[in-house]
């Protein structure tokens, strides 16, 4: 291995990482100097449970209108953040657990994950393009961040091997990419798993509190909506 990937792979990875820790932790103090509103209608339903569903949200399609209409939706949804999960893992053990990868059948899930994960991010990109739906909501954040991620899923295929004796560009690549995730992410949209803890709490609480939370079975009406 030349020095030149030793560093990118350790030195340049943690500076990135400090300086997304640094932004991160400069947000959430300034998000945190807002109060929050109060409820000060009578208590329908419970805020508690409309916490733990709102939390839960995510693993539960069947809550979700747009997965319940479009099933597929949600399991393109799985797969691209399971890559990201594999990615961002790799990162992690590539440097510093080299050995991890020298089991044949570990590099194959990652890359499957990995490759599944840049097919639906491919689709998501074409779907963004050619849908004018998407186009009137989209963004140039948008576009960016879904062909950078799907470009950087592409890159961890080819790095998994870690056979930096035959080749070093495909680590190169790997690693010079989530750098620029690593600078980038905080200041644009995917930066929105920051939120998710604080956002799905206050809209649970809340919604909990109004007895919409969590939603009725069978077609009922949410509590204090009759």
Same mark, same amino acid.
């Given at each position: 291995?030349?020095?030149?990937?030793?560093?990118?792979?350790?030195?340049?990875?943690i500076?990135?990482?400090?300086?997304?820790?640094?932004?991160?932790?400069i947000?959430?103090?300034?998000?945190?100097?807002?109060?929050a509103?109060?409820?000060?209608?009578k208590?329908?339903?419970?805020?508690?449970?409309?916490?733990?569903?709102?939390?839960?949200?995510?693993?539960?399609?069947?809550?979700?209108?747009?997965?319940?209409?479009?099933?597929?939706?949600?399991?393109?949804?799985?797969?691209?953040?399971?890559?990201?999960?594999?990615?961002?893992?790799?990162?992690?053990?590539?440097?510093?657990?080299?050995?991890?990868?020298?089991?044949?059948?570990?590099?194959?899930?990652?890359?499957?994950?990995?490759?599944a994960?840049?097919?639906?991010?491919?689709?998501?990109?074409?779907?963004?393009?050619?849908?004018?739906?998407?186009?009137?909501?989209? =963004?140039?954040?948008?576009?960016?961040s879904?062909?950078?991620?799907?470009?950087?899923?592409?890159?961890?295929?080819?790095?998994?091997?870690?056979?930096?004796?035959v080749?070093?560009?495909?680590?190169i690549?790997?690693?010079?990419?989530? =750098?620029?995730?690593?600078?980038?992410?905080?200041?644009?949209?995917?930066?929105?798993?920051l939120?998710?803890?604080? =956002?799905?709490?206050?809209?649970?609480?809340?919604?909990?509190?109004?007895?919409?939370?969590?939603?009725?079975?069978?077609?009922?009406?949410?509590?204090?909506?009759?």
């Amino acid at each position: 291995m030349s020095e030149f990937l030793r560093i990118l792979e350790d030195e340049v990875q943690i500076v990135a990482l400090a300086f997304m820790a640094t932004v991160y932790t400069i947000r959430l103090i300034w998000m945190f100097r807002f109060k929050a509103g109060k409820e000060i209608t009578k208590p329908v339903g419970s805020p508690r449970v409309g916490v733990a569903y709102s939390m839960m949200n995510v693993a539960m399609p069947w809550a979700m209108e747009s997965a319940r209409k479009n099933l597929s939706f949600y399991v393109q949804f799985v797969i691209f953040h399971l890559g990201v999960l594999m990615a961002i893992t790799a990162t992690l053990i590539l440097p510093y657990w080299p050995e991890f990868f020298e089991s044949e059948p570990i590099v194959r899930i990652f890359q499957l994950f990995m490759g599944a994960a840049f097919a639906v991010g491919l689709i998501r990109l074409i779907r963004r393009i050619t849908s004018p739906v998407m186009r009137l909501i989209s =963004t140039p954040d948008d576009y960016f961040s879904v062909a950078l991620l799907t470009a950087w899923f592409a890159a961890g295929v080819f790095a998994m091997p870690n056979q930096y004796e035959v080749s070093e560009w495909p680590l190169i690549l790997f690693f010079g990419m989530t =750098t620029l995730f690593l600078i980038y992410v905080p200041f644009s949209k995917i930066s929105h798993y920051l939120y998710y803890p604080f =956002t799905r709490y206050f809209l649970g609480k809340t919604m909990g509190h109004r007895g919409v939370f969590p939603r009725k079975k069978g077609g009922e009406k949410p509590a204090g909506l009759e």
